[in-house]
């Protein structure tokens, strides 16, 4: 089975603080995404990776950074965590290549900042 | 440009009641379609997918089929069980035949639905 894993489920952060998610999938995808997901508004593209050191911003990117430097593990990154980033963050990983994939997501983590 | 749109939740539907989320696209080309459900707690898995027009995804005793005329591609059950409530996305991929360098999909908002005993 395709796993997707996120570090933690639930994260509460204070104002100004460093925040680093962590992803890894065990399926050797080459794509990798993190997306956050508030009422209303759907699933957000945040940023996107097709290769280790490889990274594209995705339709949301203000305020986020992201790491990849093994192919297995995807990390983002808030430099300076403020409220307007509460919110649940998904990851997931495709394979790359010709054919229709899924989308395979991890659990998600639900992040608060006090 | 790309775009996906779906009906508005929340809905809600008594177990055993007829279930149709509508979901229409704008899209150059021939995208392929996906439903994904979100069960509370969990994150996004793929319930089914269509990859060209006329084609009929089905799973779990979801159906969609993907209509190219109509650009729609709306997800239906006959019988809806309280195992069914979650949160419900259409989504497109534009790119279906390209080197897969660039899988982002276009997503609609999600649909909630809550099925009552």
């Known amino acids: 089975d395709v796993k997707v894993t996120q570090s933690s489920r639930y994260l509460v952060k204070r104002t100004g603080e460093k925040v680093f998610l962590e992803c890894v999938q065990d399926m050797d995808h080459e794509n990798m995404f993190w997306y956050r997901q508030d009422p209303g508004l759907g699933l957000r593209l945040i940023y996107f990776s097709y290769d280790v050191k490889m990274k594209e911003k995705g339709d949301i990117p203000e305020g986020y950074s992201v790491s990849r430097e093994k192919k297995e593990r995807f990390s983002l990154i808030l430099e300076s965590a403020s409220t307007n980033q509460t919110s649940m963050y998904l990851c997931?990983?495709?394979?790359?290549?010709?054919?229709?994939?899924?989308?395979?997501f991890g659990p998600g983590t639900r992040l608060t900042v006090t | 440009g790309n775009s996906v749109t779906q009906m508005e939740g929340p809905v809600t539907l008594s177990e055993e009641a007829f279930l149709t989320i509508n979901c229409t696209y704008t899209?150059?080309?021939?995208?392929?379609l996906f439903w994904y459900v979100q069960y509370p707690g969990e994150g996004l898995q793929l319930l089914l997918k269509a990859t060209k027009a006329d084609d009929k995804g089905s799973n779990k005793g979801f159906e969609a089929t993907y209509r190219k005329e109509t650009t729609s591609f709306h997800l239906e059950k006959g019988s809806v069980q309280v195992s069914d409530s979650a949160v419900y996305f259409c989504?497109?991929?534009?790119?279906?035949?390209?080197?897969?360098?660039?899988?982002?999909?276009?997503w609609g908002l999600g649909t909630s639905l809550a099925v009552n005993p």
């Open positions: 997931a990983s495709i394979p790359l290549g010709k054919g229709v994939y899924e989308q395979y």
């Open positions: 899209a150059t080309g021939y995208p392929s």
């Open positions: 989504a497109l991929d534009p790119t279906r035949d390209n080197a897969g360098n660039n899988r982002k999909l276009i």
